[in-house]
Every structure is written in C-alpha cells, then in structure tokens.
C-alpha cells in the first residue's frame, strides 16, 4: 500500500484474447473489483469480492504486473462463474491501492485536476473506489507517467461522538500531454484502526475543487 501511485497510460493487461460465451447456468460474463489470491507460483489462484464470496480460479491466471508470490493485489477481474464457487478468467487488470497520510508527513502534495466519473464505498467497507478520469498522451520527452496520493488531513471525533475523516486526493500530471481521457480504477484503503461515520473526499477537477461524502 503507498502513499504515492505511478500511473501509465497501460492500463489493462488481458490473460486471454477470446472466450467460450456458452449457455451455462452460470457462464454470463461479469466484471468487479476483487482482493486476487497469489499463490506461490505467482498465479491469480482465488479472489474474494467485495461482498466476502470466494471463488477459485480454473485455470489460475497470469499477468506481468504479479511480481509477487504468496500475497494479495487489488484487481479488477472480467471472469465467467463456472459454479458457486470456481470461475474463469476473461481478463484482468491491477487496480492501484491507496493508503491516506497525514498530510504533514508529505513534501508534495500537486493537486492538479483530474475527472471523477464515479466513486463508491465497497460492500465490507474496506475500500473507498473511484474510477477516475485521467487526461493523457505521448511526447518524445515525457515517458508517459503522472502520479496520485492521498492526503489525510483529518480523523476527528464530532460532538455528538461520531468519527469522521477527511482526505484530500492528491494528483501531479508530471507534464503528461492531454490529448485523450483514460479510466483508471483505484481503491483507498481505508484505516481499520478507527471507526469512521463519514467520509470527505476532496478531489481537484476542472471545474474546481469538489467534496464526496461517503457514509459507511
């Protein structure tokens, strides 16, 4: 989990080019972000959605992107379910994971704007998740690359003893050239230490400044 997250604008990596629709019971195509199991050969084994169901993976999948074995990753996973508890992989894509910091504790904190199209709370209330919307493009002197963070300015208890807290998402567009919109998934995780009533997301855009507020 990092303060700090570099982007590219490669943004999905498939396992497969094609797929057996079928007419199975359970063969409809769905896609969601998951927790992706590694095993010990560095495979996508097993993932558990948001909402505590498990299923295991046949075959397990690959991608580049898994670099470590024995671990979890954040992902977002097109699959087909084979049975209540098996299913295959379409395709598979790493889904970047945000951890807040006090905001004291960061030298840069670049807030320049970016699009939202959608933010949500997952099921178990340990992610906060947003699609954004990233302007992008190539130049011979820029690699491509810009950067997210996540600045925690506050976790306080209110009057009536409720906790709320409030981050602020942090974005360097590193000169990237905007030619294009990309969608980039990413998850905050969010703290497990505390209790939290609300949450206050402040996200920079082009339209200004603007506050999320998440209840979970």
């Known amino acids: 989990m990092q303060a700090i997250l570099v982007l590219t604008a490669l943004l999905v990596a498939c396992t497969t080019d094609s797929y057996d629709k079928g007419q199975g019971k359970y063969s409809l195509l769905q896609a969601e972000l998951v927790d992706l199991d590694i095993n010990g050969q560095k495979e996508a084994a097993a993932f558990i959605l948001d909402d505590g169901s498990r299923f295991t993976l046949t075959p397990p999948a690959t991608a580049k992107w898994i670099e470590t074995a024995d671990t979890v990753y954040r992902a977002v996973l097109y ?7 098996t299913a295959e992989v379409v395709s598979l894509g790493a889904v970047p994971t945000l951890r807040a910091v006090e905001h004291w504790k960061l030298k840069k904190q ?4 970016t699009g939202i199209e ?5 099921k178990n209330d340990k992610y906060l998740n947003l699609a954004l919307l990233l302007k ?7 690699d491509g690359t810009q950067t997210v963070g996540l600045a925690q300015d506050t976790i306080c208890k209110n009057d009536d003893q409720t906790c709320t807290a409030c981050f602020r ?3 360097d567009q590193c000169g990237v050239p905007q030619y294009y919109t990309i969608r980039r998934y990413i998850s905050i995780l969010l703290p497990d230490t505390v209790a939290l009533d609300t949450i206050r997301l402040t996200i920079p855009t082009y339209e200004g400044k603007k506050e999320r507020v998440f209840i979970p």
């Open 169 to 171: 998402l942090l974005h």
């Open 136 to 142: 992008a493009g190539q130049a011979d002197d820029n």
């Open 118 to 122: 959608s933010a949500w709370l997952s």
């Open 110 to 113: 670049p807030e320049d704007p």
């Open 79 to 85: 699959f087909n379910k084979l049975s209540e508890t």
